[in-house]
């Protein structure tokens, strides 16, 4: 009998804490919250900050306690705030907070052991603007929690253990401005997920296990500015796929799996700015590649398995001036694009061309001296010790190895600089084929190569 009882007392503490039956005092400090997101968007406004909470053995309702300052009441708070430095976990967001603060505006909720969250639990909210339910453990949502929520702006769902959402679940959030649903299990979306979101501006999905896009995904997300899709499984870019986002700026697909674009993977994209590529399995840049994207400034494609970096990619990139090409296997690197783009910062750091058991190879063709010989720091390495390389490669029999010491000019700020650190023979490959018109400016990266001494053709 005492067994019997022990297992229904255990079942029904169980019940309250997942059906929010138990009665909770909940501690507020009422005062005007600041909520910093970045160094440029703190969330300000008067709030109740959750200092702790406490979960009694009855069936009482939620109780709030705490003193309002400065002749406020419950109808001027703003803001609910609720981390993980508070006493005790919140196992369920119930309706409880909506109905004593109608006229909320924004809730964060972060850092916690959330598990779910309760189909009412914002139907009273319908001022809310921000909603912030980052770093939980909440594995489902229901499809009608956002129905009566039609203000929104911003939506975080990042860092929870969510699988996928309700085909509606965005349906009526026409004012959505920031999604994050990073950093999460999802692995698609059905094809018209995303319809209504026409105001959207930013679209986090990055780390997730999304292994394809789909072709309808982006097609009403006219006003993307930002689109995150780094840290996934993709292996391929669809043709013509961001071509209704024509105002998007920033794009990361670093660290997937793409092996391969097309001249069409980026077609459309006439406003974009940056875009990532690093950690992919790229092994070649497709002509006319970047041909849409006149206004391009930065391109970051290391850690992929190029061999060379050719203009004919770019079409007419006036405005580029960064590209980072580090950790690839890159035997020739076209000085067009030095010549006929704003590009100041080149980053050609590591790149390796296997042979054998070395990594350390390298067979730029490029003439570094006649490049960059109008620079006023040239910062590279030199010793007398001679390691003689583990493999033979008959391109590079007259190679000898050493151990590098950095030395550099002293000079404070320099508008031009070249690091040429950790290569070989320094004094020998600044000599060779001309690779154009000098270039003012251009600060370079090439630290961490094998270059071999001697002349060879472009």
């Not at 004012?175 to 990073?182: I, Y």
């Not at 789909?214 to 993709?234: C, H, M, P």
């Amino acid at each position: 009998m005492n067994l019997k009882l022990t297992l229904v007392l255990q079942t029904m503490i169980l019940l309250k804490l997942t059906f929010g039956l138990s009665a909770t005092t909940i501690n507020c400090s009422f005062d005007n919250i600041d909520i910093p997101l970045s160094h440029l968007i703190t969330i300000q406004g008067y709030g109740c900050d959750i200092q702790s909470l406490t979960l009694e053995d009855s069936q009482n309702s939620v109780k709030f306690s705490g003193i309002h300052n400065n002749n406020k009441t419950d109808d001027d708070v703003k803001i609910i705030k609720y981390q993980i430095y508070a006493e005790n976990q919140l196992p369920q967001v119930d309706s409880s907070f909506c109905e004593k603060f109608s006229n909320i505006e924004t809730i964060y909720i972060s850092q916690l052991e959330i598990l779910s969250i309760d189909e009412h639990s914002l139907q009273n909210c319908q001022k809310l603007s921000k909603l912030y339910f980052y770093e939980n453990k909440i594995q489902a949502v229901p499809a009608n929690l956002l129905i009566k929520s039609s203000k929104l702006t911003v939506l975080n769902l990042d860092f929870n253990y969510l699988t996928e959402l309700p085909d509606n679940f965005l349906k009526n959030q026409k004012r959505l401005e920031d999604l994050n649903l990073t950093n999460n299990q999802f692995s698609s979306f059905s094809s018209n997920f995303f319809d209504s979101l026409t105001n959207l501006h930013s679209l986090g999905l990055g780390s997730n296990k999304i292994s394809a896009i789909d072709s309808k995904w982006f097609e009403k997300l006219e006003n993307l500015v930002f689109l995150g899709l780094e840290r996934n499984e993709i292996t391929e870019i669809p043709n013509n796929i961001f071509s209704k986002t024509q105002y998007l700026v920033e794009l990361n697909l670093s660290n997937n799996k793409i092996n391969t674009l097309t001249t069409d993977s980026f077609n459309g994209l006439k406003g974009l700015k940056s875009i990532n590529l690093d950690h992919n399995e790229i092994e070649e840049l497709p002509k006319n590649l970047f041909k849409d994207n006149k206004n391009l400034e930065e391109l970051s494609i290391g850690h992929n398995k190029l061999t060379i970096v050719d203009s004919t990619s770019f079409g007419h990139p006036i405005n580029l001036t960064t590209l980072h090409c580090y950790f690839n296997m890159i035997e020739g690197f076209d000085e067009s694009l030095i010549d006929n783009t704003a590009l100041f910062d080149l980053d050609m750091t590591e790149n390796f061309c296997v042979d054998g058991w070395m990594l350390s190879r390298n067979r730029m063709k490029t003439n570094l001296k006649q490049c960059f010989e109008n620079f006023r720091v040239l910062v590279h390495e030199s010793s007398d010790e001679v390691m003689t390389p583990t493999t033979t490669d008959p391109a590079h029999t007259t190679s000898t190895y050493k151990s590098m010491t950095t030395t550099t000019a002293n000079v404070e700020e320099p508008d031009n600089s070249f690091d040429i650190r950790g290569n070989i023979e320094n004094s020998e490959i600044l000599n060779g084929p001309k690779c154009g018109k000098r270039k003012t400016g251009l600060q370079t990266t090439i630290r961490g190569n094998a270059i071999s001494k001697g002349d060879y053709p472009w």
